[in-house]
């Protein structure tokens, strides 16, 4: 009986193996007691990318990884840290890849310009379709 | 004629579309996320000893000689895969100092004592930080960081026997 329980447990505890044997950490999954910081922690930690599960943020992901991230940004909003330097900070170590809301650059522009861009242009075109209408 | 290349232009800007989503669809993905801190200085670590009576890592190494800082844990499969190519490594004149990420001490040195022991020093990185601080993205990792502690080189995922000269030669250019 206590061999079938011993295996009967072996099959529910199927190991993790990409992830350690350690317990999360600290604030992984522990919010900040102050609500205001831990609003700002939660903002920021939507609109950093898993580098684990990638495309997913690290607030979503379940990754042992993302989990130490989190932790990282809150512990570092509890001691003072803006969330716009801990962004730069990830940033400087894994480009502008990490975060979801990537910086205005030479690279990045068009992502800013051409949303605008189309908007004129449909202007432009409805502009002509409603002339043709008054007529 | 104009108007008529007016009439194609949507269709002919739509198969440039289905063109340019299909490459990302088909195109193998490529996971890798390279650390943005190659070619500057290491961040300052300082990490203590993983294994008891051994030294730890720290950012700069004490004697101003370049090495290879291996991020790696008893937990990850693709390390022991690495390993005999660490040893070779080593055999060959690389000094290796270990990162252990997230281990446990006598995980630890039932790894080191199953697939070898090519470290100088390794440090514990029980929460990730230096890991995160380095640029890395997984494990196992390895950085080329020269006497003066700037990054050199970065190799991401295991390093397989054909990845051996490559990285001496890394190790080389960074004397």
């Known amino acids: ?34 609500p205001r910081q831990e609003a700002q922690a ?38 003072g840290e803006s969330p716009e330097q801990i962004r730069a900070w990830l940033v400087s170590r894994y480009g502008n890849w990490v975060t979801y809301d990537p910086p205005l ?9 051409l949303p605008g861009l189309l908007i004129l242009v449909g202007v432009w075109l409805a502009r002509k379709r409603f002339r043709r209408s008054k007529r | 004629m104009r108007r008529r290349l007016v009439l194609w232009t949507p269709l002919f800007l739509f198969a440039l579309f289905v063109v340019v989503v299909a490459y990302g669809l088909y195109a193998p993905p490529d996971r890798t996320v390279p650390s943005a801190l190659i070619g500057q200085p290491a961040p300052v670590f300082d990490l203590p000893p993983a294994v008891q009576g051994r030294p730890g890592v720290a950012s700069i190494s ?31 004149g690389v000094p290796i100092d270990g990162i252990a990420v997230r281990d446990r001490p006598e995980d630890l040195a039932a790894f080191l004592a199953t697939y070898g022991d090519p470290f100088r020093a390794i440090g514990a990185d029980t929460d990730r930080r230096v890991q995160l601080a380095l640029g890395s993205a997984g494990v ?11 990054i050199r080189h970065q190799h991401i995922g295991v390093i397989n026997p054909a990845d051996v000269p490559a990285i001496v030669a890394a190790y080389e250019a960074a004397r």
Not at chain 1, 14 to 31: G, T
Not at chain 2, 73 to 92: D, G, K, N, T
């Open chain 1, 1 to 34: 009986m206590r061999g079938l329980l011993a295996a009967l447990l072996l099959v529910v505890a199927a190991p993790a193996f990409a992830d350690s044997l350690l317990p999360p950490a600290e604030y992984a999954n522990r919010q900040l007691p102050d």
């Open chain 1, 42 to 79: 939660k903002a920021l930690m939507e609109e950093i990318r898993c580098l684990v599960c990638q495309g997913q943020a690290i607030s979503d992901s379940d990754a042992e990884m993302a989990g130490d991230m989190r932790s990282l940004i809150r512990t570092r909003i509890l001691a």
């Open chain 1, 105 to 113: 650059d030479p690279v990045t522009w068009p992502l800013w310009v």
């Open chain 2, 62 to 92: 004490g004697d101003g000689q370049p090495r290879l800082v291996n991020i790696f844990a008893s937990w990850c499969l693709p390390c022991r895969i690495e390993a005999p190519q660490l040893e070779e490594l080593r055999r060959r």
């Open chain 2, 140 to 150: 196992p990792e390895s950085f080329i960081i020269d006497g003066r502690g700037v």
